[in-house]
């Protein structure tokens, strides 16, 4: 399913296509983010400082994209 990921509630989450939410992201969830240029992504969700993403596949850690199209 795809989806955008917002912010609710402190708490990432994705509001799927059909209007239906996920119900809230949990430390290390895995999804993929679309990037232009890149295409999917895989991911994982941690927590630190605040929400980040870890593309494991990189070894990249960057800030949660809110707005960005996700895939579960």
């Known amino acids: 399913m795809t ?3 917002i912010k609710l ?3 990432p989450d994705i509001i799927f ?3 239906t939410f996920y119900g809230g992201l949990h430390c290390g969830e895995c999804l993929s ?5 890149v295409g ?3 991911v994982r969700l941690e927590f630190t400082d ?3 993403l870890v593309d494991g596949g990189r ?4 800030p949660v994209p ?3 199209r996700v895939m579960l």
């Open 40 to 42: 999917w992504v895989p």
């Open 50 to 52: 605040d929400w980040v």
């Open 33 to 37: 983010v679309f990037k232009e240029n």
């Open 66 to 68: 809110y707005g960005d």
């Open 9 to 11: 509630n402190d708490r």
């Open 59 to 62: 070894a990249k850690i960057f």
């Open 3 to 5: 989806g955008i990921l």
């Open 17 to 19: 296509e059909n209007g």
